[in-house]
C-alpha cells in the first residue's frame, strides 16, 4: 500500500509517521520544510497551495492522511478550505482511494471559529464520496507529552494551588490519549467501508475542572478550583499565556473552543475499530508525565513551523549587526564542546546571566509572544525545526554547528549560532533589523550583549570542559 502523510512535522503527525514507518507499507510525506523531516522516509517538498507538488505527492497513492491546518495565519478559514479543497480535487485527479482526515469534536452551531473551519475541512474533504472515500476522525481535547491542552493543564495544576477560573471550567469534553489518537489514525487506512465515514473518538465524559483535578490527583498534588462568571475569554487567554507556554492567539483560539461542548457524537469508533479501548483520561495524563520524566517526548505543539520554508530567510549572510565571540578548542574534544551548545535552554539554563533571559522571556510574554515557557523537548538532543525557548532550530551539522532562529517578538530578524571551526569555537549573534525601531532595538541592547556574549562563551567552554 503507498501512503502518503501530510504534516509529518507537527504535533500528531510526527507520531503517526513513527507508527508507520513500523508497518509495511510504502511511505511518502509532504512536508513545506523538507529539513524538518527525518530522512528515512521519502519526501516531497511542497504545499496543499501549490497544486503540481500536491499532484506529485499523491501520485501512486493508495491512502492520504490530511493532518494540515493554517492556524498561525490571521484568514486560517479561508486558507483552509482552499487547503481541503485542492488536496481533494489533486486526490480524486491521481485516483487516491481513501483520505484520512482528523478534525476536531463539535457541533457546527456552537463551535468556535477554529473549531467551525476544522468542520468546514471535513465537510470539503467528503464531499465528493462516490469518487473518494473518507475516514474523518473527530477528536476532542488530546492528551499527551507536548500536546497543547495537556501543558496547559498541566502547568496551571502544577502552578497554581488555587485557580480562580472562567466559568467554561464547567464545560463538558472527551478528551483521548494521543497514543490512541494516532492508533485510530494508522487503523482507519485498513478499515473496510462501504461509504465514507465519521468516527467520533474519547475517552470517559469529563468537564475542564475535572481534568485539571484529574491532572493534580495524577501528579500527586491538591489543588482548589473556584469557578467565576465574571472572566472573560481576553482575560483568560493573557492568563493562560502567562502561566503556560502557549502563546496568547494559540490560548485564545483554545480558550474559545473551551465554551462548547466537545463530545462524541456518534458509535462509529466501536463499530469499525472494536480492538482499540481508549486509556482513561488518568492513565493517559500519566503516561505523558512518564514520557516527559524519561524524555522520550516524540513531538510538541510548537513543532509545526507555520510557513513555507521560503519565508525563512536563513542567509544570515544578509544581517546588518553581529556581535562574534571566539575561542581556541583547548583541553576538549569537539563532540563534548558540540554537545555542550547542543543542551543550553529550557532547563539547563542559557549558560550566562540566566535572570536576563528570564526577564526578557517575560517581556516577551507580556507583548503575547512564547517566552521561556516552551522549554527543550529533551535535554540533551535538538532536531532541526523544533522550538527551543524562544527559538526555533534551524539548522544542525552533527559536531559543527547549530543554528537557532528566534522566534521572541522582535523588530527583525535575530539568529544565534555556535559552530567548531577548525581549532575555534565561534559563537555569533546576528540581527538583521526592522526599519529605525529594529536598529534602536539592537544599539539599546549594546551594554547587555557585551556582558552578556563574551561570558556565555566562556561558560560553554567551561561547562564542556567540566
Ligand atoms: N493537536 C491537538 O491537540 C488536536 C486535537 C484535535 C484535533 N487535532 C487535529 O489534528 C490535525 C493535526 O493537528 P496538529 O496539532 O498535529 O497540527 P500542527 O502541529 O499545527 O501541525 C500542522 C502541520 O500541517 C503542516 N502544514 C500546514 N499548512 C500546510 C500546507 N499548506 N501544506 C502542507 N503542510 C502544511 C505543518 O507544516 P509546517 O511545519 O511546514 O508548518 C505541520 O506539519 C488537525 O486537523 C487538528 O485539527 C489536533
Redesign the pocket.
Known amino acids: 500500500m503507498k501512503v502518503l502523510l501530510?504534516?509529518?512535522?507537527?504535533?500528531?503527525?510526527r507520531r503517526l509517521k513513527e507508527k508507520l514507518l513500523d508497518e509495511d507499507i510504502n511511505l511518502r510525506v509532504?512536508?513545506?520544510?523538507p529539513k524538518?523531516v527525518r530522512s528515512d522516509v521519502e519526501v516531497v517538498k511542497g504545499?496543499?497551495?501549490d497544486i503540481h507538488s500536491l499532484e506529485k505527492a499523491l501520485e501512486g497513492v493508495d491512502v492520504a492522511y490530511y493532518?494540515?491546518?493554517?492556524?498561525q495565519e490571521k484568514n486560517y478559514r479561508e486558507l483552509d478550505k482552499i487547503?481541503a479543497q485542492n488536496f481533494l480535487n489533486a486526490a480524486i485527479k491521481q485516483k487516491v482511494k481513501r483520505i484520512v482526515?482528523?478534525?476536531?469534536l463539535g457541533v457546527k452551531e456552537h463551535a468556535s471559529e477554529h473549531l467551525r473551519s476544522?468542520i468546514e475541512?471535513g465537510e470539503i474533504l467528503s464531499s465528493r464520496p462516490d469518487e473518494i472515500e473518507t475516514v474523518w476522525i473527530r477528536?476532542?481535547v488530546?492528551i499527551g507529552s507536548g500536546?497543547?491542552?495537556f501543558e496547559i493543564v498541566r502547568h496551571l495544576t502544577e502552578k497554581l494551588p488555587v485557580m480562580v477560573t472562567p466559568k467554561w471550567v464547567n464545560t463538558l469534553a472527551q478528551p483521548i490519549g494521543v497514543d490512541d489518537v494516532v492508533s485510530y489514525l494508522a487503523k482507519a487506512k485498513d478499515i473496510a467501508l462501504k461509504k465514507s465515514v465519521m468516527v467520533d473518538i474519547g475517552s470517559e465524559i469529563m468537564s475542564y475542572k475535572d481534568m485539571m483535578l484529574g491532572c493534580a490527583r495524577a501528579l500527586g498534588l491538591k489543588r482548589w478550583i473556584f469557578p467565576l462568571p465574571v472572566l472573560t475569554i481576553k482575560l483568560s487567554s493573557y492568563w493562560l499565556n502567562f502561566f503556560t507556554p502557549v502563546p496568547y492567539n494559540v490560548a485564545k483560539s483554545l480558550i474559545e473552543g473551551l465554551s462548547s461542548e466537545v463530545i462524541v457524537q456518534n458509535d462509529n469508533a466501536k463499530r469499525y475499530f472494536p480492538d482499540i479501548s481508549p486509556l482513561s483520561y488518568e492513565d493517559a495524563v500519566k503516561q505523558a508525565i512518564r514520557e516527559m520524566e524519561e524524555n522520550q517526548v516524540l513531538s510538541r505543539?510548537s513543532?509545526?513551523?507555520?510557513?513555507e520554508e521560503e519565508e525563512f530567510n536563513n542567509d544570515i549572510s544578509d544581517a546588518l549587526f553581529l556581535n562574534r565571540q571566539t575561542l581556541p578548542i583547548k583541553g576538549v574534544s569537539k563532540e563534548r564542546l558540540y554537545r555542550t551548545f547542543c543542551a543550553i535552554g529550557g532547563d539547563n539554563g542559557w549558560f550566562s546571566y540566566n535572570w536576563l533571559w528570564e526577564i526578557r522571556g517575560v517581556m516577551d510574554k507580556m507583548i503575547g509572544g512564547a517566552g521561556l515557557n516552551r522549554g527543550r523537548r529533551d535535554p540533551y538532543n535538538l532536531r532541526v525545526?523544533e522550538s527551543l525557548d524562544f527559538w526555533r532550530v534551524e539548522d544542525i551539522k552533527v559536531n559543527e554547528r547549530v543554528l537557532l532562529r528566534a522566534q521572541m517578538k522582535v523588530p527583525g530578524k535575530a539568529w544565534l549560532e555556535f559552530k567548531i571551526q577548525g581549532d575555534e569555537f565561534i559563537q555569533t549573534a546576528y540581527f538583521y533589523p526592522r526599519g529605525l525601531l529594529g536598529r534602536s532595538y539592537w544599539y539599546a541592547l549594546t551594554l547587555i550583549h557585551y556582558f552578556v556574549f563574551p561570558d556565555m562563551i566562556h561558560s560553554i567552554m567551561n561547562k564542556a570542559k567540566q
Open positions: 501530510t504534516g509529518a512535522t507537527g504535533y500528531i503527525g509532504l512536508a513545506r520544510n524538518s504545499s496543499t497551495f493532518l494540515i491546518h493554517s492556524l487547503s482526515y482528523l478534525g476536531g476544522r475541512t477528536a476532542g488530546i500536546s497543547a491542552s505543539w513543532d509545526a513551523k507555520g510557513k525545526g
